[in-house]
């Protein structure tokens, strides 16, 4: 069986510079011992990288579903380079864990185009608690942190086109 990768144990070859980013960091209140988690990691992540800590831009919304809301507030005023969406979703009893989940993709998805600039989702959609856990932090790495280095890799591919214009 081959291993699964994950963007948590990175080439840091590969990985843009951060000093001239603005970086959005929203983090959804519910579910805080995992979005607490995810969010110090990619706090750090954008540090190391150079991201100076006055260019990083933190909003904390009450859940998964108002993401797509404070990444378009962060965009539209403070002008973020990109916004790193963290949430955490876990299946329930009924149905709601699938409309927030569907929500909650199309609306960064559709956020991400109608801005031109990279929103990007860390948002954890798993069975139970003990998956969270595995992903924030635990033996699956720190999803915050793939969401850090995602948004670093794509400030980096924008100045790379902005360049070639």
Known sequence: MEKKVNLSDHDPNTIPNGADF????????????????????????????GVKEENIPVMHVPGSFE???????????THCDAVI?????????????DFICEAVA???TNLSLQEKCPVIFSVLTTNDMQQALDRAGGKH?????????????????????????
């Open 67 to 77: 993401l797509t809301h404070g990444a378009q507030l962060l965009l539209q005023t």
């Open 106 to 108: 199309n609306g960064i």
């Open 22 to 49: 603005k970086i959005g960091i929203v983090t959804a209140e519910w579910n805080p011992q995992i979005t607490d988690a995810m969010a110090q990691g990619a706090l750090d992540t954008l540090l190391h990288y």
């Open 141 to 165: 790495g720190n999803k915050g942190i793939e969401g850090a280095i995602t948004a670093l890799k794509m400030c980096g591919l924008h100045k790379q086109f902005r360049s070639n214009k």
């Open 85 to 97: 969406c963290i949430g955490c979703v876990i299946q329930g009893e009924t149905r709601h864990f």
